[in-house]
């Protein structure tokens, strides 16, 4: 799992690599948290997990409600297509907020 | 624990429970009234289901669930076990085996082999599924309408409700809970579902392994209550579940919203959201809230019967399921399951620790300090014993080989169209994990030959004044160091004649040859020789029986054959009991030290005193028994003068009896077999080396191979004084 950040126009991009699991939650959680301590309007760029479970869906709420706290704007943004099953089957989109592109092959 | 891991262990416990579901099936046919039985197989089933789900395992999961109703009917009293279904039953395990296996080889889309397969057992099993039987006994149509379900209260929706708060290590336990949610929908559909986040502590103490996840879920489904909570069987432990069926009273959702660590008003809110509740019977739900706690005192089954709470088999099933989690667990605690890999390490310290306390003795010995003898004496004695039970260790019971072959007797017998029993003696007889594993093959072989030429046809049987049944024989039972495995049939028996026409058809031997019955007999074993008239399917191809001698020859086994014509035919295999640690009796040859494997040496004995002055130098008169007898010192070509006093140990190995010829006696010694390189292999009568306490090395006498040498010299003589 890599976490790219990329800061310009006072928003900070961060784009979240490979799988969101048990077994990189640890170095997830530590990752995602530090490239959020830098902007005001945060985008979590969620194009390219490949692999999320439970640990990752923790992780999700645990970075949306914290930057909620900080008083932070936090986007998720191009989920990929396990994330959209995951959010779909736990029914969090609406919970989450976020404008999610439905691709018309699921529905 | 990794996921991986626990699949491995996924498919180490299926094919375990297989096994035992066949071993049941093949009983059951006996008793077919027998519950424990039915009961066993069905739990099989089911557990190998509920696990696949557990792994996403769609192709077992499907296949399994239409087993898994067939017995479930069966369970219930609606289907009889017959001859047929036993049948159908054996091949649904058998698939269940194979997409196992394919799982184990790397998953993915099943092979079009196994699916033709699964379509194939899934109409024959849904036949089962469909027809009523006649002599079925007579039950309720419909079991659900036994008991009423709802009460007069019962609230509007037809959903149930199910609320799971899952405990902190499930995660790390290598679960993942949505799994379970995913294969909640194979059992119906999930109308709501609302997530719990917000037990996640702050952003500082959170741990990301730990899981903090709750579940409210509105579930629509015909599955029973057992069924759904099977599902989070694999949880239990870790897991709150609490499940309500559809139209439960008031009063349950409010001990639900009273028991859940949520606020009250939370909690209703979201029995709203999944659709589990009405405004207005949650309004009436907080209103009742005082009036309740006067049930205590009576048993909560009961309680909850009578309240029409619970369908009265989930009570039962309830208990049952408390049984079996006791008898598990007593069972888990008689027995671990241990990698072979850390065996064999074991063993392997176990050697060198005996080498090392060897040369520990040697020095105490030299030494001559009385505390130090005494102290190594005790030290060796220990190590003596470490090593018995580290080897028996690796020991199993040949039981469970056997016991396999009732299903090969079976399926053999139905599909050459004979009638045979399969009568297991010996199956307690213990010998070496991968000896074990290494009968298996030649073990089958035989016993189809056996099956297919030694017994002949009920009506040939019947001609030649035998019972029409005809009857195969597996025994086993421990002879001098080690295990001698028998397979034999009362079936026609070898034909002299037309093995040795053969042979000397196929040039094995030549025309007007001297042989014993016995060589006559043991010329099957030769590559390429077949006399079955015909070929069928199973064998007689004239490959296999020199497979079978050469697979046992590899675990340093031999194999024999007797044979009575019209009686019967006897396979004796005999393989050595382990293969890295032995007892072994140490002789000197000039400076060279042998090891004899003790458990061969019969008797010590002094040349001079039992040789015949008349003799030729190649027999002794051991009692009046003629000895053959080999001398070392000739056959290793070692230099120097033979001592003055000879001894001669005499070796036995079956049913041979062997002189070896020594200088010394040096006593009995703990030995680690290590196996000769390559380059070494094609010298005959050493079986590999060991090193002594002194650092010297010493070969190991192979003795089945000096036997050999020393009848095979035996006859070259015989025959050249013809």
Known sequence: MEVHVENGDGCCRIGVDGELTIYTAAQAKESLLAAMAEAGEIEMNLAHVNEIDAAGLQLLALVKREAADRQQSLQFVMHSQAVLDLLDLCNLAGVFGDPVVLSSAIH | MNLDEVVLTFIAESRELLQNMEDTLLRIEQSPEDEEMINAIFRTAHTIKGSAGLFGLDYIVSFTHVAESVLDRVRSGELRIDGELVAVLLSSGDHIGGLIEHLAAGGGEPSAELQENDRKLVAALQAYLHHGVANAPAVADEPEQAYTREGGDGVETDLWHISLRFGRDVLRNGMDPLSFIRYLCTLGDIEHIVTLLNNIPPAAEMDPESCYLGFEIGFRSDADKAAIEGVFEFVRE?????????????????????????????????????????????????????????????????????????????????????????????????????????????????????????????????????????????????????????????????????????????????????????????????????????????????????????????????????????????????????????????????????????????????????????????????????TAESVSNLSGRGVGMDVVKRNITALRGTVTLDSEEGKGTTVRIRLPLTLAIIDGFLVGVGNAVYVVPLDMVVECIERAAWENAGGDGRYLNLRGEVLPYLRLREHFEVEGEPARRENVVVVRYGEHKVGLVVDRLMGEFQTVIKPLSKVFSHIHGVGGFTILGSGEVSLILDVPSLIRQGADSQEQQMVAQV
């Open chain 2, 238 to 530: 870790d897991c709150e579940i609490r499940i309500l069926p559809p139209h439960s009273k008031i009063a349950d959702y409010l001990k639900l919203i009273a028991e859940l660590p949520e606020e009250d008003l939370r909690v209703g809110e979201m029995l709203l959201r999944c659709g589990t509740l009405t405004e207005s019977e949650l309004d009436a739900a907080l209103r009742l809230q005082h009036g309740k706690g006067k049930d205590a005192e009576r048993p909560l089954g009961e309680v909850l019967v009578e309240a029409h709470m619970v369908q009265p088999p989930v009570v039962e099933a309830a208990l049952d399921k408390q049984k079996q989690v006791k008898d598990h667990k007593n069972s888990e605690a008689s027995l671990i399951r241990v990698d072979a890999d850390k065996l064999d390490q074991l063993i392997n310290l176990v050697g060198e620790l005996i080498i090392a306390g060897a040369s520990t003795n040697l020095i105490a010995q030299r030494s001559g300090e009385a505390d130090l003898l005494e102290a190594t004496a005790t030290l060796s004695r220990l190590v003596e014993e470490v090593r018995d039970s580290a080897l028996t260790l690796r020991m199993v019971q040949i039981g469970a080989t056997f016991n396999r072959f009732q299903r090969v007797v079976r399926d053999v017998s139905k599909e050459l169209g004979k009638d045979i029993d399969l009568v297991i003696s010996g199956a307690e007889t213990e010998l070496d994990k991968t000896v074990v594993e290494k009968i298996g093959d030649p073990l089958t072989h035989l016993v189809r030959n056996s099956m297919d030429h030694g017994i002949e046809p009920a009506e040939l049987r019947v001609a030649r004044g035998k019972p029409a049944k005809g009857t195969l024989k597996l025994n086993a039972y421990h002879d001098a160091g080690s295990i001698v495995i028998e397979v034999s049939d009362d079936g026609g028996g070898l034909n002299k004649e037309r093995i040795l026409n053969k042979a000397i058809e196929r040039g094995l031997v030549t025309d007007g040859e001297n042989l014993s019955d016995r060589e006559i007999y043991n010329l099957i074993f030769e590559p390429g020789f077949s």
